[in-house]
């Protein structure tokens, strides 16, 4: 066992030619039970149709993954039934998550390792809307550093927001601090500026080495110290800009593409000139150093 979730569990196989996988199992803990041994069993009748419903949006989210051969994407490489449920078989990654590397540190990581780290994901990211799907479930648990640095996507959320519309009394499908206000609300407005929010609020956790304030409780009143307040002399002035724009409660304030996103990113930092001093103060300057 990898993982656990009200939605899926995740565990660490070996395939028929011993490679290592990692597969993925639809259980819905809120509407399903393990019977003896693996096998799942629906709690109720009438649960029945929402549990069809979620299997049929896993299978279907899942074949829209195996569609995407991006490097910073988790790869689906098959599926299969089983124990009454449906199974996705992954490539296994090694390394560990951005949750991970920003507790390891003492002080926020670097303004580069944001930039590069992100530059790249959003690069997988622009992929996955291409494919007219949403991730809706980005944090720094589920971005995942491998070995050589490179960042990969992993647990896709949007069967599961598909699932707890349908069953208002399922747990929540997205995380507190990185949804953004639309998947509490109005699933009508969820877009590309949604994963955009996640994104924003992964970057602040990189700075502020917590989760934001949630976005329901900002909604009421909005206490979240904008980055441009935390972040000076930490972060340049043109990088904090972006995560606060990431960041706007309004949906049509944020960036509205990973391509609008991404330019914004790669524009290098802009370096302050000193500021010119006048001959007099010049001179008092060298009598103030005598």
Known sequence: MLSTG????VYLAQDSDN?????KEYMPTGLALREQGATVMISSEADATTFKHGLKCFFEEGLA???INHENIVRATNFFRENNTVYMVMQYER???????ILAESAPVSEKFVRRVFGQLLNGLREVHLQKMLHLDIKPANIYIRLDGSPVLLDFGSARQTLSEVQSNLSASFTSGFAPPEQYYDRKKLGPWSDIYSVGAS???????????????????DFLPSAVSIGEGIYSAELLGIIDSCLQLDYLDRPQSVFALQKA???PAVVQPPKKLSFAKKIQAVFNRA
């Open 6 to 9: 009200g939605f899926s569990f």
């Open 19 to 23: 490679n290592t996988v990692a597969i």
């Open 65 to 67: 993954l195996a569609k």
């Open 95 to 101: 390394g560990k998550s951005m949750q991970e590397s």
């Open 203 to 221: 970057m602040y956790s990189c700075l502020s080495r917590a989760a934001p304030i949630a976005a329901n409780k900002r909604i009421k009143k």
């Open 265 to 267: 990113l790669m524009t």
